[in-house]
C-alpha cells in the first residue's frame, strides 16, 4: 500500500499513481490481513490514498480509510458483506429452501444479466493472457473477481506510465467491457446494505475512482 516513489524522468507519474490506487483498492476487497487492518486503523490507508489522489488529475476526493474494528471483528464484516450466504426454509412441509448468495457479490458474472458466467470469465481470460498473466495457482478464482479486475487496471495503469502509452486505451476498454459495471454493480449493493463500516466508503471510492479513470481516459483518446 505504498505511495508512489521516486521515479525516472520519463514515468507518467498520474498513470503510476493510478496503478497504485487500483492495487490498494484490490488488496482492499481481499479477505482482510493483519496489515490491512493496522493500515486501516493507525490511518496509514488513508494516508496512502490521499497521496496517490494528489498525483492525479482525476477528480475524486479520498474517503475516510479508518475504522475503529478490532481484526476479528473486520474480518467477520467482511464475510457477512461478500462471503456470507443467507439460507432459509420457506415451507417447511416440502422442504423448499430460499438460498441466497452474500449481500454484495464480488464478482462481475453477478451483476451482467445481459451476459452468461462463462462469456464474462472466457473474455477476462483473453484479456489477461494477451498480457501473459494468469490466475495465481496458489489463490484460484474466478477470473471475474473484483481484486483480479481491480489488478489488471493496476497493471495497464503502470504500462501506460512505463513503457506503452497504448496500455491506456486498453484500459478505456477494460473499463467499459468489465470493471466499470462490477464497481457500479458493488457500490450500489454497498449503498443498499446496513452496517458495511470502511468497506461502504470503499466501496463508493471505488466506483468513483473508476469513472472518473474511464471518463478521463475517453477525453483523452476520443475527445469524448
Known amino acids: 500500500m505504498a505511495?508512489?516513489?521516486?521515479?525516472?524522468?520519463?514515468?507518467?507519474?498520474d498513470a503510476a499513481a493510478r496503478a497504485t490506487l487500483f492495487r490498494t483498492l484490490a488488496?482492499?476487497?481481499?479477505?482482510?490481513?493483519?496489515?490491512?487492518?493496522?493500515?486501516?486503523?493507525?490511518?496509514?490507508?488513508?494516508?496512502?490514498?490521499?497521496a496517490c489522489v494528489a498525483q492525479t488529475t482525476l477528480d475524486v476526493a479520498a474517503p475516510d480509510c479508518t475504522t475503529d474494528?478490532?481484526?476479528?471483528?473486520?474480518?467477520?464484516?467482511?464475510?457477512?458483506i461478500f462471503e456470507l450466504g443467507?439460507?432459509?426454509?420457506?415451507?417447511?412441509?416440502?422442504?423448499?429452501?430460499?438460498?441466497r448468495g452474500p449481500p454484495v457479490p464480488l464478482y462481475e458474472?453477478?451483476?451482467?444479466?445481459?451476459?452468461?458466467?462463462?462469456?464474462?470469465?472466457?473474455?477476462?481470460?483473453?484479456?489477461?493472457d494477451y498480457y501473459g498473466l494468469a490466475i495465481d495457482q496458489d489463490d484460484r478464482d474466478n477470473?471475474?473477481?473484483?481484486?483480479?479486475?481491480?489488478?489488471?487496471?493496476?497493471?495497464?495503469?503502470?504500462?501506460?506510465?512505463?513503457?506503452?502509452?497504448?496500455?491506456?486505451?486498453?484500459?478505456?476498454d477494460f473499463h467499459d467491457r468489465h470493471l466499470g459495471h462490477l464497481a457500479a454493480g458493488v457500490a450500489d449493493r454497498l449503498a443498499d446494505e446496513p452496517g458495511t463500516g470502511v468497506y461502504g466508503r470503499l466501496g463508493q471510492f471505488m466506483e468513483r475512482v473508476v469513472r472518473a479513470d474511464r471518463n478521463d481516459?475517453?477525453?483523452?483518446?476520443?475527445?469524448a
Open 109 to 128: 458474472s453477478k451483476y451482467r444479466p445481459d451476459r452468461s458466467w462463462n462469456d464474462v470469465n472466457l473474455d477476462l481470460a483473453r484479456a489477461y
Open 3 to 13: 505511495t508512489t516513489t521516486d521515479s525516472p524522468d520519463d514515468l507518467d507519474v
Open 86 to 99: 443467507y439460507s432459509e426454509y420457506t415451507d417447511r412441509t416440502d422442504g423448499s429452501l430460499d438460498a
Open 217 to 223: 481516459l475517453a477525453a483523452r483518446l476520443e475527445g
Open 143 to 172: 477470473h471475474d473477481a473484483l481484486a483480479y479486475e481491480l489488478e489488471f487496471a493496476a497493471f495497464l495503469a503502470r504500462r501506460e506510465a512505463a513503457v506503452d502509452e497504448s496500455a491506456a486505451a486498453a484500459r478505456l
Open 27 to 50: 488488496h482492499a476487497f481481499r479477505h482482510p490481513d493483519e496489515a490491512f487492518h493496522e493500515a486501516a486503523t493507525e490511518g496509514t490507508l488513508d494516508a496512502d490514498i490521499e
Open 69 to 80: 474494528d478490532d481484526y476479528e471483528t473486520l474480518a467477520a464484516r467482511y464475510n457477512d
